[in-house]
Each structure stands twice: as structure tokens, then as C-alpha cells.
């Protein structure tokens, strides 16, 4: 027994610590955790190939010497018996049938046993009827009717349909398990990204050791060379260097890397030696959250699936009494010789009405969806966030971080206190914002750094959600924040109000700041517009979506960058938690929303929202507060999102409406309504033939969708 868990891909729910079949659906079991094997190394697929050339060996001269017998018996030796005949088939038969066909038949036998009727009940009827048959009729023709037996007193056999079948049934197993393997391939490209090893720089003269990934340590010091890949996620301690991040973020841009900024591991460094810090590694880097996200995600149920759940569930016991009906019906009422008849149309519909395209219709595109989603950059937590996605109308956008660049930066500063100057002012507002969790504190914090102004240590510290911030510094009381919060605080600041609507006119944000409870001073900060987010705002509404835009700016300032953005609707002024209020009302009036948000402080929107997008780096808070993260955090992402959604969506209705044709068109063909009009009557052979390609069909149909252009 090895270390792996292996589950069903129609039924997910099935969880096991060794491989099989599942005891549903007879469908063989896959890792749940995906390895970076080739199809040679793939147990199931190798036992059904060796099955497979071994019975179309012994089934290929069965199959000629049955229909040169049948159609062609001028060309039989005259002293060879079609009672040789038949044994010959008999014998060369049995193998195919008993050790070929062992794992359907003891498929199907554990299918009746529990209960859980499947493929493999029908195939396993099916051709154990026309082999049972087969051997009664060569051994004891003589129990059968005058009308069925020739006048050398035999009866026709079927052991070239029953080899036939089984040989088809393997042929069709092993092309799915070909097929099956190649949806696995999106987490076979990001398992290959991982470098295999890494340098350790072991000592204070820069000597290195080459180690392998699985042995590096947090903490320790690696050196990345020109055209190497980064083994594991950190921070870099030397050197400046390109960094090519596409294959994480699916943006093919280079990205400048210079002390102190994050490293992703499996990333490409571009042209110059970098040293790093490791802070992250195994099954903590985010090339491993990806790929346990994206096998989670594959593993996941839509909602559409219960369709096809529920026509299984009654689907095999339909058949079988179908196939009990066109029995006795061609019995009754057929043509002579009505036993033979009556034996072949029942192994018809038993062999044809594979349920296997059905089961398979949802997951596989879910599987190749999300893969293919992940190769670009985007992370689905479950298949039913790629369902609701489809179906979206409305799209509420965070303004800070998700339509700006989140890097927001001072550009202007203005004292109104003749107290102070300006580097006392802005020592105390850099103290006190540097407690604070505002996105727009560190841009404070960095412009006191750049005019090297020294901070203060802070008391009573005191953070009022959405509305500003308070302390004590130098024995002196200090309040930043809105211009509302200044004025409740009685605190009056009409001398600057113009200045400050011009401010906000530009899409500055402006923040008030009053020393000892007098107005003191306005800080002007912009958070440039990403240069995506216009063209993406253009894409989404040609798709039909509504935008929103949700702002803790006053209107002034919300309303010029959603001007901007062409943005007609627009709540300004909205708390933290608010933005979940503003989302329910959406929801009320009938929209069906996303949010796209930093997955932080928009987390109570994210969850109240149809489906939640976090933007940015794929953090764990993103990762749990949304059902899809763009690990660029570039709204761009969102409309491939969206193409993925409707493309797999509709791969999904193309399997199900193939699957429900095929079904309903072969089974009655299969019974034999057509002979009665056109002498039509099919033969188990290309009924197998048939069902053996349906899955296969579905499985290929959804490998389309890793070619969808996005």
C-alpha cells in the first residue's frame, strides 16, 4: 500500500488509500494528488493496454473465421466441420472473454452485488449472455427449437460477438485512460515548473553548495543565476535582475526585482544573479497552493451535475428492463428463429447504453476548465464558482487595489498651521499612520522616509473603522482622517475646502490632519488608474456586465476616477462594511453579482457577493474569502474568467446534449424498432463499437477547451 489517495472522476466523493475501480460507477480511481508521471507509468493504463493486445490477438482470427464461415464458406477447407468451427471459436474465445474480460465481469458482478448498477452491469450482461448462450447452443443444440438449428443440427453462436465486445470495450478503456491522462496535464505543466535543485550559499564568503529543492530551509540565503529558475518563494537580499512571472501570473511582462521585493518560486530569473531569503517552501509556496487549488477545484461538483446525476440514477435499470422487453418482444412476436433474435437485440441495448458519456460530461470539462484556467493565471476554488460565473450580469469593483495600482503615492502636501513646519507636520502624521492597516498609510510612511523625516513613538492609539485615526505624539493630540471625521470632532476645516475639492476633482484622495483639535493640514494622495483597467471595464461591458464601483472616497473623488473609466454607477462614501450591504441590495433588485476586491478588508463582500474575486497575489485570506483569485490582480483577468466559464459551461451542455441523444437514439435502435420498416436490426458488435467511442468522444470534445484563446 503506498502513501497517495486515489478518487473517482465522476464521483468525487469516493476517496480511497490504494487504486481500484470505484464501487459506483466500475470507473478506474486517480490520484487525488496529481504526479509528474507519462502515461507508461500509469498502472491502470498499462493493465488495460496488456489486456487489450492480448485479446485482439486471439479475437482477429476468431472475427475472420466467423464471418468467412457466415459469408464466405466457399473458402473453408472442405474437410473442416462447422462443428470444428465453432469449437475453434470457442476455444480461441474463452481467453478473451474470461481473462480480457475479467476486471468488466468482476466489475459488474460487485455493481449487482452492492447495488450500484453501472457501464460495467451492462456490459457484463451483455456479454456473458451471448458467451452462456453461445456455449448451451455448442454443447446442447438439441435443446433448442427445430426452426434454430441448421440441418447439420447445430445452432448458431455468438463467440465472435462476445469477443468482439470485450476487445472493444478494452480498446474504449484504454483511449479513455489516454484521454483521461491529458486533462491532468495543466497540473502536470505546473508540477514540471519547480526547479530540481537550488544553490545554498553556505558561509559569509559566498561559497555555495547544489542542493536539492526538497532540503532548502526558511531563513536560508540562495543565489538565483541568470537564466535559473527561483526555487522557492522569498525576498531578495542582493542584486537587481527581470523576472519573468508568466508562467504563475499568465502576463507575459517582465518584472523589475531589486532588494526587498517578493521572489515567486518557479519564476525565471531573466539577466542577473539575484540573492534571496527563503521564507516559504514545499507545500507552503504558492506554486504548491495553485496546484492543490487546481486539484481541489477539478475534483468539485457544479451545480449541472445533478442533471446528469439524477438520469444515472434511473438510467441502467431502464435498460435492463428495456433490454427484458425487446427479449420477450422479439421472443413473442418476432421472426423465426425468434430465440436468436430475441438474444441479440437484448446484448444490443445492454452493450450500446453505456451511462459512461453521461457520468463523464460535467467533470472532464470542469477538470480541463480549470486546468486551463490556472495555466493563465487564475485560481477556481470549485466548479460551482465556473457555473455562477457564467451567469453573472453585475460586477461590484473595489476602487483601491483592484482598478488602481494599490501603490498610491503623495503628490501633495499643504500646512495650514503656523505652529509647525511642514516636516513636524509630517513627522507626526508618518508616527501615527505607521499603526495603521489604511492602504494609504504606507504611502505617508514612504514620503516621511524619502524627505528622511525621523519618526515618534506614539500613545493611546485609537483606529476608527472607515473614518481615520488618533494617537498621542510629544504630549500633543493628533487626529488624521475624512474631512467628516474632523468635523464631528468639532474641529473645523472650511479654510481648506476648496484647495481640497480641486484636490479631489483630479482623483486625489485627501486626507485632514489637526494638531491639539486645530486643523493643520491636507495631504493629497493619488493611486494611479491600472493601465488595464480601462480596456478591461471596455471588454466587460461589450459582454453585457454592469459595472460598480465602490469607493470610501467622497463623491468628488470617486466620480473623476470613474469618469475616467467610463464607470456610470458609483458608491462613494461606503465603510468596510457596507460594501456587503451595497451587494445585497444588487442581489434584491436581481443582479447577479461578482465582487472583485483585495480579498483583505473586502471579505464580508466577497462572501455576500454570487461569487468573490480576489485580486492580487493569491494570499491565503484571498484564497478563503473568494471563489476565484487572479494571482495578477489585473481586472484583464476577469474577462478571460469569464471566457473560460462560458466556454466550459458550454462544452458541459454539448457533452450532456451528446450523451442524451446517443443514448435515447441507440438504445430503441438498438431494440429493433426499425426492423419492422426497414429491416434494420444491430448487431451487438457495432453496438459496442458505438459505445466504446461515446466516452471517448465526450472526453476529446472537452479537450478542446485547452485551446480556447483568452
Given at each position: ?12 466523493e ?18 487525488v ?6 502515461d ?9 493496454k ?10 482477429l482470427?476468431v472475427?475472420?473465421v466467423?464471418?468467412?464461415s ?13 462443428v470444428?468451427i ?9 481467453p478473451?472473454?474470461?481473462?480480457g ?7 459488474g ?32 443444440p438439441?435443446l433448442?427449437?427445430p426452426?434454430?438449428?441448421t440441418?447439420?443440427?447445430l445452432v448458431?453462436v ?5 469477443a ?10 484504454v483511449l479513455?485512460?489516454k ?9 502536470k ?9 537550488a ?21 536560508d540565503m ?10 522557492v518563494d522569498?525576498?531578495?537580499l ?11 501570473t ?6 523589475a526585482?531589486?532588494m ?5 518560486g518557479?519564476?525565471f ?6 540573492v534571496?531569503?527563503?521564507e ?7 506554486l504548491?497552493q495553485?496546484?492543490?487549488?487546481v ?10 451535475q445533478k442533471?446528469?446525476?439524477m ?5 441502467v ?21 425468434r ?18 458519456a453521461?457520468g ?7 477538470m480541463?476548465?480549470t486546468?486551463?484556467?490556472?495555466l ?9 464558482n465556473?457555473?455562477i460565473m ?22 501633495t502636501f499643504?500646512?495650514?498651521n503656523?505652529?509647525f513646519?511642514?516636516?513636524d ?7 501615527l499612520e ?8 504606507e ?5 516621511a522616509k ?5 519618526l ?10 472607515g ?7 510629544e ?9 467628516d471625521?474632523?468635523?464631528?470632532l468639532?474641529?473645523?476645516?472650511q479654510?481648506i ?5 480641486s484636490?479631489r476633482?483630479d ?6 490632519i489637526?494638531?491639539e483639535s ?8 493619488e493611486?494611479p488608474i491600472?493601465?488595464?483597467?480601462v ?10 456586465i454592469?459595472?460598480?464601483m465602490?469607493?470610501?472616497?467622497n ?14 454607477t458609483?458608491y ?8 456587503a ?10 443582479a447577479?453579482?461578482?465582487?472583485a ?12 457577493a454570487d ?13 478563503e ?11 484583464l483577468g ?8 462560458r466556454?466550459?459551461?458550454q ?7 451528446f450523451?442524451?441523444?446517443y443514448?435515447s ?11 419492422p420498416f426497414f ?10 463499437t458505438a ?5 471517448v ?7 478542446r ?6
Open positions: 500500500m503506498n502513501n497517495h489517495t486515489y478518487t473517482c472522476p465522476m464521483h468525487p469516493v476517496i480511497q488509500d490504494y487504486p481500484g475501480s470505484c464501487p459506483k460507477c466500475g470507473m478506474a480511481l486517480e490520484p494528488i496529481v504526479e509528474n508521471t507519462d507508461d507509468e500509469n498502472n491502470e493504463l498499462n493493465y488495460m496488456q489486456r487489450f493486445w492480448m485479446s485482439l490477438l486471439f479475437t482470427p472475427f475472420i466467423s464471418m468467412s457466415d459469408l464466405a464458406p466457399e473458402y473453408i477447407p472442405q474437410n473442416i466441420s462447422m470444428d465453432q469449437w475453434f471459436l470457442f476455444l480461441l474465445a474463452s478473451v472473454i474470461l481473462w474480460g475479467w476486471p468488466f465481469l468482476l466489475r458482478y460487485e455493481s449487482i452485488k452492492t447495488l450500484n448498477l453501472n457501464m460495467f452491469t451492462l456490459i457484463a450482461i451483455g456479454v456473458s449472455t451471448a458467451y452462456l448462450y453461445s456455449i448451451v447452443a455448442l454443447l446442447l438439441e433448442f427449437p426452426l434454430m438449428r440441418k447439420d443440427g448458431h455468438y463467440f465472435e460477438a462476445a468482439v465486445i470485450t476487445t472493444l470495450v478494452l480498446l474504449g478503456q479513455e485512460l484521454a483521461r491522462s491529458k486533462t491532468n496535464s495543466a497540473i505543466t505546473l508540477l514540471n515548473l519547480a526547479p530540481k535543485h544553490h545554498r550559499i553556505i558561509d559569509a564568503a559566498g561559497n555555495e553548495e547544489t542542493i536539492p529543492l526538497d532540503l532548502i530551509q526558511v531563513g540562495l543565489r538565483i543565476k541568470p537564466g535559473e529558475k527561483i526555487p522569498g525576498v531578495v542582493e542584486g537587481k535582475s527581470n523576472v519573468d512571472e508568466s508562467m504563475i499568465g502576463e507575459p511582462l517582465l518584472i526585482k531589486s526587498d521585493d517578493p521572489l515567486i518557479a519564476t530569473n531573466k539577466n542577473s544573479t539575484l534571496m531569503k527563503a516559504r517552501i514545499g507545500s507552503d509556496t504558492m504548491a495553485i496546484i492543490n487549488m486539484a481541489l477545484a477539478q475534483r468539485s461538483r457544479a451545480p449541472i442533471l446528469a446525476d438520469v444515472s440514477a434511473y438510467f435499470p431502464t435498460v435492463v428492463a428495456v433490454a427484458i422487453l425487446a427479449f420477450f418482444g422479439w421472443y413473442m412476436l418476432g421472426p423465426e428463429p430465440l436468436a433474435y430475441a438474444i441479440v437485440s437484448a446484448v444490443s441495448v445492454l452493450i450500446i447504453a453505456c451511462p459512461c453521461l463523464l460530461a460535467t467533470p472532464i470539462s470542469i480541463v476548465g486546468g486551463r484556467a490556472a493563465s493565471g487564475i485560481l477556481i476554488k470549485d466548479a460551482k465556473l457555473e457564467e451567469k453573472i450580469n453585475t460586477l461590484v469593483v473595489d476602487k483601491t487595489g483592484t482598478l488602481t495600482e494599490g501603490k498610491p503615492k503623495v503628490t499643504i500646512v495650514q503656523d505652529s513646519d511642514e516636516k507636520v509630517l513627522k507626526f502624521t508618518a508616527s505607521l499603526l495603521s492597516e489604511h492602504p494609504l498609510a504611502a505617508i510612511v514612504e514620503h524619502e524627505q528622511n523625516v525621523s515618534s513613538e506614539v500613545k493611546d492609539f485609537k483606529a476608527i473603522t473614518q481615520g485615526i488618533q494617537g498621542t505624539i504630549n500633543k493630540k493628533i487626529v488624521i482622517g475624512s474631512e471625521f474632523l468635523n464631528s468639532k474641529i473645523t476645516t479654510a475646502t476648496k484647495r481640497a475639492n484636490l476633482e482623483g486625489k484622495t485627501v486626507i485632514f489637526a494638531i486645530q486643523f493643520s493640514a491636507i495631504i493629497g494622495i493611486d491600472k493601465s488595464s483597467s480596456a478591461a471595464i471596455k471588454r466587460l461591458k461589450e459582454e453585457g454592469k459595472i460598480v465602490l469607493s470610501g472616497d463623491e468628488t473623488t470617486a466620480n473623476a476616477v470613474a469618469k475616467k473609466l467610463d464607470i456610470n458609483v462613494a462614501k461606503v465603510m468596510p462594511d457596507r460594501k450591504q451595497v451587494i445585497n441590495k444588487l442581489q434584491e433588485e436581481g447577479i453579482v461578482a465582487m476586491g483585495d480579498g483583505i478588508n473586502d471579505a464580508p463582500a466577497l462572501a455576500q461569487i468573490g474575486i480576489a485580486m492580487g497575489t493569491g494570499t491565503d485570506v484571498a484564497i474569502s473568494a471563489g476565484i483569485t487572479l494571482i495578477k490582480g489585473d481586472l476577469i474577462v478571460k474568467v469569464l471566457k473560460i466559464s466556454a466550459t459551461m462544452n458541459i451542455k454539448q457533452n450532456l446534449f450523451a442524451f441523444v443514448n437514439i441507440g438504445v430503441p435502435i438498438a431494440a429493433g424498432v426499425l426492423y429491416g434494420i436490426l444491430l448487431s451487438p458488435i457495432i453496438a459496442a459505445m466504446s467511442f461515446s466516452s468522444s465526450v472526453i476529446v470534445n472537452a479537450l477547451l485547452k485551446q480556447i484563446k483568452i
